[in-house]
């Protein structure tokens, strides 16, 4: 099987569920503790060994453009101060000379259009797609153990999760046709069905290893739910071509494009920091005991 190379980032949406904060820092630069939620996005492909990396944007996202360059005063000073902790700390932005590409989405038409501006520079092989949104902790990196996995399937596959039924008129929902280990065959997948209908409680989550073929599904499907180019629906399209499976990670899921999201997420990666586990449990012990007695 061919090595998956190449990543797609979609960045290009507006936040608006962190207004007014999006209003001049884009969602994906919202800090998680110390790094901001793209950068976990990166570091997650490059542990998969992603070696190109193509981030679709919009007006506005310029600072994303601006984290992965090089801050050449910025690292003399630290430098000169003899800051070697703060200068180490710039290394996971520094990406290497020729392997980031930023493409314009104009106007907001889907995921599947998202992924859809990328094709000129995917080629013929096969490719990932990270939606930064979703932060997954995990002891291997999602995207490495779904390449793993991927290297004998071939074939389109989708990181899938349980989720409650009555949540899944949220997601992408597979239609399993077995279950093999941590794969799910899929004999269909459905956008954002109604819970009384949905196929399974087996939900697409932000990270996919697609066929190059996707390409033609997305340029023959019409628009989905939302009145949008939904990728589910391409997927779900190239079945009779290509073989689909999700992969059932081992890891937990946050959704960061929403607020509690984003506020479980810190909690989860504040405790998991030895330097700041301590302090924060005892202090959120400390807020939550009064509310206790008051109980």
Do not use: N, W
């Not at 101060?81 to 700390?89: M, Q, T, Y």
């Not at 405790?271 to 939550?288: K, N, Q």
């Amino acid at each position: 099987m061919t090595r998956i190379r190449k990543a797609v980032f979609p960045v290009a949406g507006m936040g608006t569920r962190f207004l007014p904060a999006t209003k001049s820092v884009p969602k994906e630069m919202l800090p998680l503790i110390d790094r901001p939620l793209i950068q976990y996005a990166v570091d997650e492909a490059r542990a998969a060994g992603i070696e190109e990396f193509i981030f679709i944007t919009a007006t506005g996202k310029g600072a994303l453009e601006d984290y992965f360059s090089t801050a050449a005063a910025l690292e003399r000073r630290l430098q000169d101060a003899g800051k070697h902790d703060a200068l180490a700390a710039l290394g996971p932005s520094r990406m290497p000379e020729g392997r980031l590409t930023f493409l314009r989405q104009d106007h907001p038409k889907g995921l599947g259009h998202a992924v859809s501006l990328a094709r000129h520079l995917i080629g013929d092989e096969p490719f990932a797609v990270l939606l930064p949104d979703d932060v997954i902790r995990a002891g291997r990196p999602c995207l490495s153990q779904m390449a793993q996995a991927h290297a004998g399937t071939g074939g389109h596959m989708v990181a899938t999760m349980e989720v409650p039924r009555h949540r899944t008129g949220a997601y992408g929902v597979l239609d399993v046709a077995r279950l093999s280990g941590r794969l799910a065959h899929a004999r269909g997948l459905v956008e954002k069905p109604h819970p009384d209908h949905a196929p399974s409680a087996l939900a697409v989550i932000g990270r996919y290893i697609l066929s190059p073929s996707i390409f033609d599904r997305l340029a023959e499907i019409p628009t989905g739910a939302g009145g949008e180019l939904q990728l589910t629906d391409a997927i779900a399209a190239d079945l009779p071509y290509r073989a689909v499976s999700g992969y059932r990670f081992e890891g937990e899921r946050y959704d960061c494009g929403s607020v509690p999201g984003y506020l479980e997420a810190t909690a989860a990666f504040a405790l998991d920091r030895p330097d700041l586990a301590d302090g924060f449990a005892d202090f959120v012990a400390g807020r939550l005991a009064p509310q206790a007695r008051a109980a």
